[in-house]
């Protein structure tokens, strides 16, 4: 007996509030034609945990919710006082933050093995990505990732795309995924859509590095602390097994 269809599923879409950064990327390295027979899977697991850490403290250090500070032994992160942001995810990492500044790796270490289910469990709940199944050989029952159809996920990876291959000068936001999928290691497995050039490469160790441009989003503290966090991810990721 064949492949049967797949078990119907409703709709789940709720109001939110905006997507967190570690969303986005979530978002972003969702594979939805990828896997057996097209499941979807998340590109980089191996290495997920540290990368949606280093999200969501870049949206920290967007939100100028967090600073790094200079520390024995290298630079540490801080939370900045009365200036909790209003998001349970974001707000659970500045409370860790609170109790003492931390290093960057002890910190991605801490809060990035609990983020992918509340984070994958928010873009069922969006409309981006939706849960199914599919029964194989009438026995064997598969669960399925499929692209919600919302759109979003095309739009933030032609904003990628706008920045790494055209030279569009980024939005920080724009420019932060961008640095986080480079240091992630997982840039080369978009090659369909961004091709994997010299120069998009270059373009994308300079957004690892901080070099967003000279345009007034971009300010240079932001920079810093974004740059710091996304190189000790690449430091993380690349001592862990592909």
Known sequence: MAQQPEEPQTDRRT???PATLAEDLLL??????????GTGVIAGENTLFY????AVLADLGLGEHVRTVPGRGGVRVEAVAERPPSDDI??????????KPRGIQTVLAAIGPTLRGPLLD??????????SSRKTLGLFTTKVLKDGGTGRRAGLLRDVRDVLVEGVEPQPRVAALGALLSGSGTLPQF??????TTPVITRAKDLERGNWGAGAAAEAVTRTVTATIVNNVVVAAAVLPR
């Open 122 to 131: 928010r873009l069922v709940e969006r409309g981006d990505i939706r849960r």
């Open 191 to 196: 090659d369909r859509e961004i091709p994997w």
């Open 51 to 54: 990368v949606l850490a280093g």
């Open 90 to 99: 974001l707000r659970s990492a500045w409370g860790y933050l609170a109790e």
């Open 28 to 37: 972003l390295l969702f594979q939805p034609d990828a896997g057996l027979r």
């Open 15 to 17: 109001e939110a509030g």
